[in-house]
Protein backbone atom coordinates (compact mmCIF):
# COMPACT_ATOMS: atom_id res chain seq x y z
CA UNK A 1 0.00 0.00 0.00
CA UNK A 2 1.47 3.40 -1.04
CA UNK A 3 1.65 6.06 1.59
CA UNK A 4 -0.32 9.31 0.49
CA UNK A 5 2.87 11.42 -0.58
CA UNK A 6 3.52 8.33 -2.67
CA UNK A 7 0.18 8.74 -4.43
CA UNK A 8 0.06 12.37 -5.01
CA UNK A 9 3.91 12.23 -6.62
CA UNK A 10 2.96 9.92 -9.03
CA UNK A 11 -0.27 11.37 -9.73
CA UNK A 12 1.89 14.65 -10.30
CA UNK A 13 4.22 12.69 -12.48
CA UNK A 14 1.77 11.18 -14.48
CA UNK A 15 0.56 14.94 -15.29
CA UNK A 16 3.75 16.36 -15.98
CA UNK A 17 4.33 13.54 -18.56
CA UNK A 18 1.20 14.75 -20.73
CA UNK A 19 3.29 17.65 -22.09
CA UNK A 20 2.61 19.27 -24.86
CA UNK A 21 4.83 16.79 -27.74
CA UNK A 22 4.87 13.50 -25.34
CA UNK A 23 2.18 12.09 -28.42
CA UNK A 24 5.29 11.85 -30.34
CA UNK A 25 8.04 9.68 -29.20
CA UNK A 26 11.23 11.86 -30.57
CA UNK A 27 10.02 14.97 -27.95
CA UNK A 28 9.90 12.43 -24.51
CA UNK A 29 13.36 11.24 -22.86
CA UNK A 30 12.34 7.92 -22.73
CA UNK A 31 11.40 7.59 -26.59
CA UNK A 32 7.98 6.68 -25.27
CA UNK A 33 4.76 8.05 -27.53
CA UNK A 34 2.19 8.85 -25.39
CA UNK A 35 -1.57 9.32 -26.52
CA UNK A 36 -3.65 11.48 -23.93
CA UNK A 37 -6.74 12.47 -26.19
CA UNK A 38 -6.26 16.09 -26.64
CA UNK A 39 -6.64 17.91 -29.65
CA UNK A 40 -3.51 19.43 -29.78
CA UNK A 41 -2.05 16.13 -30.60
CA UNK A 42 -2.56 16.87 -34.18
CA UNK A 43 0.35 17.32 -36.01
CA UNK A 44 3.57 18.31 -35.33
CA UNK A 45 4.25 20.43 -31.93
CA UNK A 46 7.01 22.65 -33.86
CA UNK A 47 6.02 23.32 -37.16
CA UNK A 48 2.06 22.81 -37.27
CA UNK A 49 -0.69 25.34 -36.37
CA UNK A 50 -2.84 23.82 -34.05
CA UNK A 51 -5.72 24.15 -31.45
CA UNK A 52 -3.97 24.87 -27.77
CA UNK A 53 -6.09 22.90 -25.28
CA UNK A 54 -4.11 20.98 -22.01
CA UNK A 55 -4.86 19.98 -18.55
CA UNK A 56 -3.63 20.38 -15.16
CA UNK A 57 -3.97 18.13 -11.96
CA UNK A 58 -4.44 19.53 -8.18
CA UNK A 59 -4.95 17.82 -5.02
CA UNK A 60 -7.00 19.09 -2.00
CA UNK A 61 -7.18 16.79 0.74
CA UNK A 62 -8.99 13.07 -0.66
CA UNK A 63 -9.56 15.27 -4.08
CA UNK A 64 -8.15 15.49 -7.43
CA UNK A 65 -9.15 18.28 -9.15
CA UNK A 66 -8.80 18.19 -12.82
CA UNK A 67 -9.16 21.69 -14.78
CA UNK A 68 -9.15 21.38 -19.02
CA UNK A 69 -8.56 24.35 -20.86
CA UNK A 70 -9.12 24.74 -24.75
CA UNK A 71 -9.71 27.16 -27.54
CA UNK A 72 -12.96 25.66 -30.02
CA UNK A 73 -13.86 27.73 -33.10
CA UNK A 74 -17.54 29.33 -32.88
CA UNK A 75 -18.96 26.64 -35.29
CA UNK A 76 -18.38 24.41 -31.91
CA UNK A 77 -19.09 26.82 -29.62
CA UNK A 78 -23.29 26.38 -31.27
CA UNK A 79 -22.56 22.62 -30.89
CA UNK A 80 -25.28 20.79 -28.78
CA UNK A 81 -22.91 18.14 -27.35
CA UNK A 82 -20.58 19.93 -26.57
CA UNK A 83 -20.63 18.94 -22.80
CA UNK A 84 -20.67 15.47 -23.98
CA UNK A 85 -17.36 15.74 -26.23
CA UNK A 86 -15.29 17.78 -22.84
CA UNK A 87 -16.91 14.39 -21.12
CA UNK A 88 -15.28 12.25 -23.49
CA UNK A 89 -11.76 14.04 -23.21
CA UNK A 90 -12.08 14.04 -19.05
CA UNK A 91 -12.48 10.27 -19.73
CA UNK A 92 -9.71 9.94 -22.16
CA UNK A 93 -7.50 12.24 -19.45
CA UNK A 94 -7.97 9.93 -16.73
CA UNK A 95 -7.38 6.79 -18.46
CA UNK A 96 -4.20 8.31 -19.39
CA UNK A 97 -3.53 9.46 -15.84
CA UNK A 98 -4.02 5.73 -14.59
CA UNK A 99 -1.99 4.48 -17.21
CA UNK A 100 1.01 7.03 -16.62
CA UNK A 101 0.77 6.38 -12.62
CA UNK A 102 0.53 2.36 -13.23
CA UNK A 103 3.90 2.19 -15.09
CA UNK A 104 5.60 4.90 -13.09
CA UNK A 105 4.79 3.22 -9.91
CA UNK A 106 3.48 -0.38 -10.55
CA UNK A 107 0.18 0.18 -8.87
CA UNK A 108 -3.00 1.05 -9.55
CA UNK A 109 -5.09 4.02 -8.83
CA UNK A 110 -8.88 4.86 -8.13
CA UNK A 111 -10.36 8.08 -9.45
CA UNK A 112 -14.07 7.74 -9.22
CA UNK A 113 -15.88 11.39 -10.35
CA UNK A 114 -18.23 13.24 -8.01
CA UNK A 115 -20.53 14.71 -10.79
CA UNK A 116 -20.38 16.19 -14.45
CA UNK A 117 -17.80 18.98 -15.02
CA UNK A 118 -18.19 22.20 -14.22
CA UNK A 119 -17.90 24.28 -18.21
CA UNK A 120 -17.55 28.18 -18.46
CA UNK A 121 -17.19 29.20 -22.14
CA UNK A 122 -15.88 32.63 -22.91
CA UNK A 123 -15.29 34.54 -26.51
CA UNK A 124 -11.93 35.45 -27.25
CA UNK A 125 -13.09 36.94 -30.52
CA UNK A 126 -15.68 36.74 -32.84
CA UNK A 127 -13.54 33.36 -34.37
CA UNK A 128 -12.34 31.87 -31.14
CA UNK A 129 -13.87 31.24 -27.75
CA UNK A 130 -11.97 29.73 -24.62
CA UNK A 131 -13.50 26.88 -22.74
CA UNK A 132 -12.63 25.89 -18.64
CA UNK A 133 -13.73 22.96 -17.40
CA UNK A 134 -13.14 21.68 -13.59
CA UNK A 135 -14.38 18.07 -12.99
CA UNK A 136 -13.54 16.82 -8.91
CA UNK A 137 -13.10 12.99 -8.92
CA UNK A 138 -12.13 10.85 -5.35
CA UNK A 139 -8.59 9.23 -5.07
CA UNK A 140 -9.12 6.17 -3.98
CA UNK A 141 -6.04 5.25 -1.98
CA UNK A 142 -6.23 8.16 0.42
CA UNK A 143 -7.69 6.67 3.61
CA UNK A 144 -5.83 9.11 6.01
CA UNK A 145 -6.27 12.92 4.38
CA UNK A 146 -8.92 15.12 6.31
CA UNK A 147 -10.71 17.09 3.76
CA UNK A 148 -10.08 20.56 3.51
CA UNK A 149 -13.83 22.04 4.11
CA UNK A 150 -14.04 19.98 7.60
CA UNK A 151 -13.93 22.31 11.01
CA UNK A 152 -11.38 22.24 12.74
CA UNK A 153 -10.93 21.64 16.66
CA UNK A 154 -9.01 23.09 19.20
CA UNK A 155 -6.37 20.75 20.65
CA UNK A 156 -3.84 23.22 22.02
CA UNK A 157 -6.84 25.75 23.82
CA UNK A 158 -6.73 23.74 27.41
CA UNK A 159 -2.81 24.14 27.54
CA UNK A 160 -2.91 27.36 26.78
CA UNK A 161 -5.39 28.24 29.41
CA UNK A 162 -3.20 26.47 31.84
CA UNK A 163 -0.24 28.59 30.60
CA UNK A 164 -2.06 32.03 31.22
CA UNK A 165 -3.13 30.83 34.78
CA UNK A 166 0.76 30.67 35.74
CA UNK A 167 1.31 34.00 35.30
CA UNK A 168 0.43 36.39 38.39
CA UNK A 169 0.33 40.09 38.38
CA UNK A 170 3.36 40.16 40.90
CA UNK A 171 6.66 42.58 39.98
CA UNK A 172 9.69 40.36 39.37
CA UNK A 173 12.47 41.87 42.24
CA UNK A 174 14.42 43.33 39.50
CA UNK A 175 11.58 45.78 38.78
CA UNK A 176 12.78 49.44 39.90
CA UNK A 177 10.39 51.50 37.67
CA UNK A 178 7.64 53.70 39.82
CA UNK A 179 4.24 52.20 39.41
CA UNK A 180 2.80 52.96 36.49
Not at 40 to 50: A, F, K, V, Y
Not at 79 to 100: R, S
Amino acid sequence: MASVYDIIKGLNQAAANAHDGSHMGDYNADGDARSIGLKREEGDPLLDSRIMDGFKVRISGPKCIVTYQSEIPMKDFHNTKLHDEVEQIYADIIKFLKKEYKSITKESISLSPDGPCDMLVQNMSKMRTWVQCTKVYTIGGLKDVIATREPSTDKLQDGFRKFLDLSSDKKPKNVTRKND
